[in-house]
Protein backbone atom coordinates (compact mmCIF):
# COMPACT_ATOMS: atom_id res chain seq x y z
CA UNK A 1 0.00 0.00 0.00
CA UNK A 2 1.47 3.34 -1.30
CA UNK A 3 2.03 6.03 1.20
CA UNK A 4 0.06 9.02 1.03
CA UNK A 5 3.48 11.18 -0.59
CA UNK A 6 3.43 9.02 -3.10
CA UNK A 7 0.10 10.13 -4.15
CA UNK A 8 1.12 13.86 -3.66
CA UNK A 9 3.71 13.14 -6.24
CA UNK A 10 1.03 11.21 -8.72
CA UNK A 11 -0.60 15.11 -8.48
CA UNK A 12 1.30 16.66 -10.87
CA UNK A 13 2.02 14.11 -12.75
CA UNK A 14 -1.78 13.39 -13.05
CA UNK A 15 -2.01 17.53 -13.74
CA UNK A 16 0.08 17.02 -16.80
CA UNK A 17 -1.15 13.96 -17.97
CA UNK A 18 1.62 12.38 -17.39
CA UNK A 19 0.67 9.92 -14.95
CA UNK A 20 1.70 6.51 -15.45
CA UNK A 21 -1.04 3.75 -16.60
CA UNK A 22 -0.62 1.38 -13.94
CA UNK A 23 -0.90 4.22 -11.41
CA UNK A 24 -4.24 5.83 -13.04
CA UNK A 25 -6.88 3.39 -11.18
CA UNK A 26 -5.23 3.55 -8.14
CA UNK A 27 -4.90 6.75 -8.31
CA UNK A 28 -8.28 7.76 -9.16
CA UNK A 29 -9.43 5.49 -6.19
CA UNK A 30 -7.46 7.44 -3.85
CA UNK A 31 -8.85 10.58 -5.05
CA UNK A 32 -12.43 9.81 -4.40
CA UNK A 33 -11.86 9.50 -1.01
CA UNK A 34 -8.62 12.60 -0.54
CA UNK A 35 -10.05 16.04 -0.53
CA UNK A 36 -6.31 16.88 0.05
CA UNK A 37 -5.08 15.49 -3.38
CA UNK A 38 -8.24 16.67 -5.21
CA UNK A 39 -7.42 19.90 -3.88
CA UNK A 40 -3.68 19.53 -4.51
CA UNK A 41 -4.73 18.29 -8.71
CA UNK A 42 -6.87 21.75 -8.52
CA UNK A 43 -3.50 23.92 -7.46
CA UNK A 44 -1.39 21.81 -9.67
CA UNK A 45 -4.55 22.65 -12.65
CA UNK A 46 -4.28 26.01 -11.95
CA UNK A 47 -0.55 26.88 -11.53
CA UNK A 48 -0.55 25.47 -14.87
CA UNK A 49 -3.11 27.50 -16.76
CA UNK A 50 -1.09 30.55 -15.07
CA UNK A 51 1.95 29.62 -16.45
CA UNK A 52 1.21 28.97 -19.89
CA UNK A 53 -0.89 32.11 -19.74
CA UNK A 54 2.26 34.21 -18.82
CA UNK A 55 4.36 32.27 -21.73
CA UNK A 56 1.65 33.78 -24.05
CA UNK A 57 1.52 37.16 -22.97
CA UNK A 58 5.48 37.11 -23.37
CA UNK A 59 4.69 35.65 -26.44
CA UNK A 60 2.38 38.58 -27.75
CA UNK A 61 -0.71 36.30 -27.08
CA UNK A 62 -3.45 37.60 -24.82
CA UNK A 63 -4.83 35.80 -22.35
CA UNK A 64 -5.91 31.79 -23.11
CA UNK A 65 -7.04 30.77 -26.14
CA UNK A 66 -10.71 29.88 -26.49
CA UNK A 67 -11.39 26.26 -25.53
CA UNK A 68 -8.01 25.36 -23.75
CA UNK A 69 -9.74 25.27 -20.16
CA UNK A 70 -12.28 22.85 -21.65
CA UNK A 71 -9.77 20.63 -23.42
CA UNK A 72 -7.99 21.00 -20.00
CA UNK A 73 -10.57 19.77 -18.14
CA UNK A 74 -11.59 17.18 -20.27
CA UNK A 75 -7.63 15.77 -20.53
CA UNK A 76 -7.64 15.37 -16.99
CA UNK A 77 -11.03 14.06 -16.64
CA UNK A 78 -9.65 11.26 -18.77
CA UNK A 79 -6.92 10.53 -16.67
CA UNK A 80 -8.93 10.17 -14.05
CA UNK A 81 -8.57 13.44 -12.32
CA UNK A 82 -12.15 14.36 -11.21
CA UNK A 83 -11.53 18.11 -10.78
CA UNK A 84 -14.76 20.83 -8.98
CA UNK A 85 -16.01 23.67 -10.76
CA UNK A 86 -15.68 25.99 -7.75
CA UNK A 87 -12.32 27.78 -7.47
CA UNK A 88 -11.38 28.55 -3.67
CA UNK A 89 -11.17 32.11 -2.50
CA UNK A 90 -7.02 31.58 -1.52
CA UNK A 91 -4.59 29.52 -1.82
CA UNK A 92 -4.66 26.69 0.09
CA UNK A 93 -1.35 26.42 2.40
CA UNK A 94 -0.27 23.40 1.23
CA UNK A 95 3.36 23.90 0.94
CA UNK A 96 4.20 23.56 4.68
CA UNK A 97 2.62 20.09 4.82
CA UNK A 98 4.15 18.55 1.81
CA UNK A 99 7.52 16.40 3.20
CA UNK A 100 10.31 16.67 0.73
CA UNK A 101 9.46 14.71 -1.85
CA UNK A 102 6.27 15.82 -2.46
CA UNK A 103 7.70 19.39 -2.95
CA UNK A 104 9.69 18.27 -5.30
CA UNK A 105 7.10 16.66 -7.13
CA UNK A 106 5.15 19.86 -7.24
CA UNK A 107 7.90 21.87 -8.73
CA UNK A 108 8.59 19.47 -11.44
CA UNK A 109 5.03 19.16 -11.74
CA UNK A 110 4.59 23.01 -12.32
CA UNK A 111 7.66 23.38 -14.85
CA UNK A 112 6.02 20.30 -16.94
CA UNK A 113 2.83 22.07 -16.84
CA UNK A 114 4.30 24.80 -18.17
CA UNK A 115 5.97 23.41 -20.68
CA UNK A 116 2.75 21.41 -21.77
CA UNK A 117 0.76 24.45 -21.80
CA UNK A 118 3.40 26.74 -23.52
CA UNK A 119 3.57 24.30 -26.37
CA UNK A 120 -0.11 24.07 -27.05
CA UNK A 121 -0.05 27.86 -26.28
CA UNK A 122 2.14 28.51 -29.44
CA UNK A 123 0.12 26.22 -31.75
CA UNK A 124 -3.57 27.30 -31.10
CA UNK A 125 -3.97 30.53 -28.75
CA UNK A 126 -4.76 33.87 -30.90
CA UNK A 127 -3.32 37.34 -29.97
CA UNK A 128 -7.13 38.37 -29.28
CA UNK A 129 -7.63 39.06 -25.23
CA UNK A 130 -8.62 36.34 -23.11
CA UNK A 131 -12.00 35.92 -22.50
CA UNK A 132 -13.26 34.53 -18.78
CA UNK A 133 -11.37 30.77 -18.31
CA UNK A 134 -14.33 28.56 -16.72
CA UNK A 135 -13.84 24.91 -16.75
CA UNK A 136 -17.13 22.92 -17.43
CA UNK A 137 -16.02 19.60 -16.51
CA UNK A 138 -17.52 17.90 -13.12
CA UNK A 139 -18.75 21.48 -12.07
CA UNK A 140 -15.84 22.98 -10.82
CA UNK A 141 -14.56 26.44 -11.65
CA UNK A 142 -10.45 26.30 -12.40
CA UNK A 143 -9.79 29.99 -11.66
CA UNK A 144 -10.62 33.26 -12.88
CA UNK A 145 -9.55 34.30 -16.75
CA UNK A 146 -6.50 36.54 -17.00
CA UNK A 147 -7.86 39.82 -18.52
CA UNK A 148 -5.03 41.44 -19.51
CA UNK A 149 -0.91 41.46 -19.99
CA UNK A 150 -0.77 42.79 -16.76
CA UNK A 151 -2.69 40.52 -14.53
CA UNK A 152 -0.64 37.59 -16.13
CA UNK A 153 2.06 39.00 -15.49
CA UNK A 154 1.26 39.61 -11.93
CA UNK A 155 0.08 35.75 -11.48
CA UNK A 156 3.08 34.89 -12.66
CA UNK A 157 5.22 36.58 -10.79
CA UNK A 158 3.41 35.57 -7.31
CA UNK A 159 3.52 31.92 -8.79
CA UNK A 160 7.19 32.11 -9.32
CA UNK A 161 6.88 33.54 -5.52
CA UNK A 162 5.21 30.63 -4.50
CA UNK A 163 7.42 28.31 -6.51
CA UNK A 164 10.69 29.69 -4.79
CA UNK A 165 9.41 29.14 -1.36
CA UNK A 166 8.32 25.96 -2.02
CA UNK A 167 11.64 25.34 -3.23
CA UNK A 168 13.44 27.01 -0.35
CA UNK A 169 10.92 24.41 1.90
CA UNK A 170 12.02 21.29 -0.50
CA UNK A 171 15.98 22.37 0.94
CA UNK A 172 14.68 22.68 4.41
CA UNK A 173 12.78 20.03 4.31
CA UNK A 174 15.70 17.66 2.46
CA UNK A 175 17.92 19.02 4.97
CA UNK A 176 15.20 17.84 8.31
CA UNK A 177 15.11 14.37 5.71
CA UNK A 178 18.83 13.86 5.74
CA UNK A 179 19.29 14.41 9.36
CA UNK A 180 16.29 13.03 10.72
CA UNK A 181 17.74 10.09 8.60
CA UNK A 182 20.91 9.80 10.52
CA UNK A 183 19.72 10.22 13.54
CA UNK A 184 17.52 7.14 12.36
CA UNK A 185 20.44 5.77 11.63
CA UNK A 186 21.97 6.32 14.68
CA UNK A 187 18.98 4.96 16.44
CA UNK A 188 18.85 1.86 14.41
CA UNK A 189 23.17 1.07 15.23
CA UNK A 190 21.72 2.06 19.21
CA UNK A 191 18.85 -1.17 18.84
CA UNK A 192 21.08 -3.25 17.52
CA UNK A 193 23.95 -2.82 20.26
CA UNK A 194 21.16 -2.98 22.50
CA UNK A 195 19.98 -6.23 21.25
CA UNK A 196 23.24 -7.81 20.70
CA UNK A 197 23.67 -6.52 24.68
CA UNK A 198 20.08 -8.20 25.10
CA UNK A 199 21.24 -11.47 23.71
CA UNK A 200 24.43 -11.28 25.26
CA UNK A 201 22.34 -11.08 28.45
CA UNK A 202 20.19 -13.35 28.03
CA UNK A 203 22.97 -15.93 27.22
CA UNK A 204 24.62 -14.95 30.41
CA UNK A 205 21.59 -15.34 31.97
CA UNK A 206 20.44 -18.71 31.02
CA UNK A 207 24.31 -20.28 32.23
CA UNK A 208 23.65 -18.84 35.30
CA UNK A 209 20.33 -20.26 35.29
CA UNK A 210 21.84 -23.73 34.29
CA UNK A 211 24.98 -23.10 36.72
CA UNK A 212 22.20 -22.53 39.66
CA UNK A 213 20.40 -25.38 38.46
CA UNK A 214 24.02 -27.31 38.74
CA UNK A 215 24.82 -25.71 42.23
CA UNK A 216 21.60 -26.92 43.60
CA UNK A 217 22.08 -30.41 42.50
CA UNK A 218 26.13 -30.24 43.48
CA UNK A 219 24.78 -28.62 47.02
CA UNK A 220 21.90 -31.61 47.17
CA UNK A 221 24.36 -33.96 47.12
CA UNK A 222 26.48 -32.47 49.35
CA UNK A 223 23.87 -31.78 52.09
CA UNK A 224 23.40 -35.86 51.34
CA UNK A 225 26.85 -36.43 51.66
CA UNK A 226 26.76 -34.60 55.22
CA UNK A 227 23.71 -36.23 56.71
CA UNK A 228 25.86 -39.56 55.98
CA UNK A 229 29.30 -38.35 57.71
CA UNK A 230 26.52 -36.93 60.48
CA UNK A 231 25.89 -40.35 61.00
CA UNK A 232 28.80 -41.93 60.84
CA UNK A 233 30.21 -38.98 63.50
CA UNK A 234 27.51 -39.97 65.58
CA UNK A 235 27.96 -43.77 65.86
CA UNK A 236 31.91 -42.98 66.11
CA UNK A 237 31.03 -41.36 68.97
CA UNK A 238 28.90 -43.58 70.57
CA UNK A 239 31.68 -46.40 70.20
CA UNK A 240 34.49 -43.74 71.60
CA UNK A 241 32.10 -43.18 74.35
CA UNK A 242 31.59 -46.72 74.69
CA UNK A 243 35.66 -47.34 74.39
CA UNK A 244 36.08 -44.70 76.88
CA UNK A 245 34.10 -46.41 79.39
CA UNK A 246 35.42 -49.71 78.93
CA UNK A 247 38.87 -48.16 79.14
CA UNK A 248 37.78 -46.06 82.21
CA UNK A 249 36.59 -49.27 83.37
CA UNK A 250 40.16 -51.27 82.55
CA UNK A 251 42.18 -48.27 84.06
CA UNK A 252 40.14 -48.69 87.16
CA UNK A 253 40.42 -52.25 87.67
CA UNK A 254 44.37 -51.80 86.70
CA UNK A 255 44.19 -49.58 89.84
CA UNK A 256 42.87 -51.85 91.77
CA UNK A 257 44.78 -54.96 90.71
CA UNK A 258 47.96 -52.67 91.27
CA UNK A 259 46.80 -51.66 94.75
CA UNK A 260 46.26 -55.52 95.28
CA UNK A 261 49.47 -56.03 93.99
CA UNK A 262 51.16 -53.18 96.28
CA UNK A 263 49.95 -54.95 98.84
CA UNK A 264 51.01 -58.11 98.72
CA UNK A 265 54.20 -56.66 97.60
CA UNK A 266 53.74 -54.76 100.81
CA UNK A 267 52.48 -57.81 102.93
CA UNK A 268 55.42 -59.79 101.11
CA UNK A 269 58.04 -57.42 102.14
CA UNK A 270 56.29 -57.32 105.65
CA UNK A 271 56.25 -60.87 105.71
CA UNK A 272 60.03 -61.49 105.00
CA UNK A 273 61.04 -58.79 106.86
CA UNK A 274 59.13 -60.21 109.83
CA UNK A 275 60.80 -63.68 109.10
CA UNK A 276 63.85 -61.90 108.86
CA UNK A 277 62.87 -60.45 112.79
CA UNK A 278 61.58 -63.45 114.43
CA UNK A 279 64.47 -65.93 113.08
CA UNK A 280 67.27 -62.89 113.53
CA UNK A 281 69.67 -63.63 116.75
CA UNK A 282 70.17 -60.04 117.89
CA UNK A 283 66.97 -58.72 117.72
CA UNK A 284 66.31 -56.01 120.46
CA UNK A 285 62.16 -55.08 120.90
CA UNK A 286 62.12 -51.70 122.62
CA UNK A 287 58.98 -50.06 123.46
CA UNK A 288 59.01 -46.02 123.31
CA UNK A 289 57.27 -44.36 125.72
CA UNK A 290 57.61 -40.10 125.93
CA UNK A 291 57.04 -37.79 128.60
CA UNK A 292 57.36 -33.77 129.27
CA UNK A 293 60.04 -32.83 131.34
CA UNK A 294 58.13 -33.15 135.02
CA UNK A 295 57.69 -36.75 134.13
CA UNK A 296 54.14 -36.36 132.46
CA UNK A 297 53.31 -38.97 129.42
CA UNK A 298 52.66 -37.75 126.33
CA UNK A 299 50.19 -39.14 123.72
CA UNK A 300 53.28 -40.57 121.77
CA UNK A 301 54.53 -43.83 121.86
CA UNK A 302 56.92 -46.36 119.90
CA UNK A 303 58.12 -49.15 119.03
CA UNK A 304 61.39 -50.46 117.62
CA UNK A 305 62.87 -53.99 115.62
CA UNK A 306 66.59 -53.19 116.18
CA UNK A 307 68.80 -56.66 114.59
CA UNK A 308 72.18 -55.88 115.81
CA UNK A 309 74.68 -54.53 112.32
CA UNK A 310 71.72 -55.18 109.95
CA UNK A 311 68.52 -53.33 110.02
CA UNK A 312 66.29 -50.66 112.34
CA UNK A 313 62.74 -50.61 111.80
CA UNK A 314 60.92 -47.43 114.20
CA UNK A 315 56.74 -47.77 114.56
CA UNK A 316 55.51 -44.53 116.25
CA UNK A 317 51.87 -44.43 117.05
CA UNK A 318 49.39 -40.93 117.30
CA UNK A 319 53.12 -38.42 116.34
CA UNK A 320 50.59 -35.97 115.32
CA UNK A 321 48.22 -33.91 117.53
CA UNK A 322 44.64 -34.29 116.24
CA UNK A 323 44.10 -30.10 117.36
CA UNK A 324 46.99 -29.62 114.60
CA UNK A 325 46.11 -31.55 112.07
CA UNK A 326 46.17 -29.41 109.23
CA UNK A 327 49.63 -28.25 110.14
CA UNK A 328 52.02 -29.16 107.82
CA UNK A 329 55.25 -31.08 109.76
CA UNK A 330 57.60 -33.66 108.52
CA UNK A 331 58.92 -36.25 111.64
CA UNK A 332 62.68 -37.26 111.50
CA UNK A 333 64.23 -39.77 113.14
CA UNK A 334 68.55 -39.11 114.06
CA UNK A 335 70.64 -41.83 115.83
CA UNK A 336 73.59 -40.85 117.69
CA UNK A 337 76.88 -42.63 120.10
CA UNK A 338 75.84 -41.80 123.73
CA UNK A 339 79.38 -40.49 125.72
CA UNK A 340 81.18 -39.35 122.35
CA UNK A 341 81.11 -35.92 120.75
CA UNK A 342 80.58 -37.10 117.13
CA UNK A 343 77.92 -35.62 114.45
CA UNK A 344 74.52 -36.80 115.03
CA UNK A 345 73.44 -39.17 111.51
CA UNK A 346 70.24 -38.32 110.27
CA UNK A 347 68.12 -41.61 109.51
CA UNK A 348 65.12 -40.76 107.62
CA UNK A 349 61.92 -39.18 107.53
CA UNK A 350 58.73 -41.33 109.03
CA UNK A 351 55.88 -41.83 106.66
CA UNK A 352 52.46 -42.45 108.08
CA UNK A 353 51.54 -46.28 106.89
CA UNK A 354 47.77 -46.19 108.51
CA UNK A 355 45.98 -42.94 108.98
CA UNK A 356 43.18 -44.66 110.43
CA UNK A 357 45.70 -46.22 112.96
CA UNK A 358 47.51 -42.95 113.50
CA UNK A 359 50.54 -45.37 112.98
CA UNK A 360 53.77 -43.74 111.29
CA UNK A 361 56.78 -46.11 109.90
CA UNK A 362 60.74 -45.68 109.53
CA UNK A 363 63.23 -47.99 108.22
CA UNK A 364 66.44 -47.90 108.15
CA UNK A 365 69.04 -50.80 106.65
CA UNK A 366 72.57 -49.48 106.63
CA UNK A 367 75.11 -51.20 108.67
CA UNK A 368 77.71 -49.08 108.73
CA UNK A 369 75.70 -46.16 110.18
CA UNK A 370 74.00 -48.59 112.93
CA UNK A 371 77.41 -49.60 114.23
CA UNK A 372 78.35 -46.09 114.90
CA UNK A 373 74.99 -45.39 116.48
CA UNK A 374 73.42 -46.74 120.42
CA UNK A 375 70.72 -43.97 120.51
CA UNK A 376 67.59 -42.74 118.78
CA UNK A 377 65.28 -39.75 118.95
CA UNK A 378 62.09 -37.99 116.66
CA UNK A 379 62.37 -34.30 116.16
CA UNK A 380 59.24 -32.62 114.71
CA UNK A 381 60.45 -30.38 111.71
CA UNK A 382 57.69 -27.27 109.90
CA UNK A 383 60.78 -27.08 107.11
CA UNK A 384 59.83 -27.85 103.67
CA UNK A 385 62.90 -28.91 102.62
CA UNK A 386 64.78 -31.91 103.73
CA UNK A 387 67.32 -30.56 106.48
CA UNK A 388 70.70 -32.29 107.36
CA UNK A 389 70.60 -31.44 111.75
CA UNK A 390 68.08 -31.78 113.90
CA UNK A 391 65.93 -28.30 114.82
CA UNK A 392 62.57 -29.13 116.02
CA UNK A 393 62.00 -30.24 119.33
CA UNK A 394 62.48 -34.02 120.54
CA UNK A 395 60.07 -36.53 121.48
CA UNK A 396 60.56 -40.38 121.70
CA UNK A 397 64.20 -40.97 122.95
CA UNK A 398 65.17 -45.02 122.68
CA UNK A 399 68.43 -46.40 124.06
CA UNK A 400 70.02 -49.03 121.94
CA UNK A 401 72.55 -50.59 123.91
CA UNK A 402 70.98 -52.84 126.10
CA UNK A 403 71.50 -56.41 125.26
CA UNK A 404 69.28 -58.55 122.79
CA UNK A 405 66.22 -59.90 124.18
CA UNK A 406 64.97 -61.59 121.31
CA UNK A 407 64.99 -64.48 120.82
Not at 59 to 67: D, E, I, L, T, Y
Not at 91 to 112: D, E, M, Q, T
Not at 191 to 208: C, F, I
Request: glycine fraction near 6%.
Amino acid sequence: MHSHAHYEELCGLAATGQIPENEAAGFSAHLSGCSACRSLVRDFAQAGILLSATHAQRKGVSGVPHGMTERFIARARSEGIPLSRSVPSQKRRYFAKWNAAAAVGLAASLLIAGFFVLTRTQQNFSRQSASPVVLQSAGISVGPQVSSSQEAQDEAKKLQRQLARAQARVSALTTQMNADRDALDRESHDLTSMQAELQSVQTENAGLKAGASGDATRIATLQADIEKLNSVKRASDIAVMTEENELRNLRQSLLDKDAVLKQQQHLIETGAQAHDLIVARNLHIIDVYDSDGEGNAQRAFGRIFYTEGKSLVFYAYDLADPRKIDQQVSFYAWGEKLGREQPVKRLGIFHNEDVNEGRWVLTFEDPNVLAQINSVFVTVEQEKQAISRPRGKKILNAFLGNKANHP
